[in-house]
Nanobody, 115 residues
């Protein structure tokens, strides 16, 4: 099991940047995949970015070239650097850890991008 705590959300103007952090309660070195998802009002939760043990990353088309996911095992933390933010990036962002067969979620952090 693992507990996840997100931080770093907030209100930012379009074109601005934010960095989200996800602190894990245990070592993330052996966690198969960690990722960030988001959910806007009325929408389903969607994958934003994920990163595997070997550092392989995957991004939603809508955030490629703008967002960067990274995992620092020594800090038990996963980051999501978000640049060139757009109003459509407004959502609650959730950290996720895949430890088969279970998925673990944080409580979410709100990101609001004003136009």
């Amino acid at each position: 099991q693992v507990q996840l705590v997100e931080s770093g959300g907030g209100l930012v103007q379009a074109g601005g940047s934010l960095r989200l952090s996800c602190a894990a309660s245990r070592s993330i070195f052996s966690i198969n995949r960690m990722g960030w998802y988001r959910q806007a009002p009325g929408n389903q939760r969607e994958l934003v970015a994920s990163i595997g043990i070997g550092g392989r990353t995957n991004y939603a088309d809508s955030v490629k070239e703008r967002f960067t996911i990274s995992r620092i095992s020594a800090k038990n933390t996963v980051y999501l650097q978000m640049n060139s933010l757009k109003p459509e990036d407004t959502a609650v962002y959730y950290c996720n850890a895949l430890i088969p067969p279970d998925n673990y979620w944080g409580q979410g952090t709100q990101v609001t991008v004003s136009s």
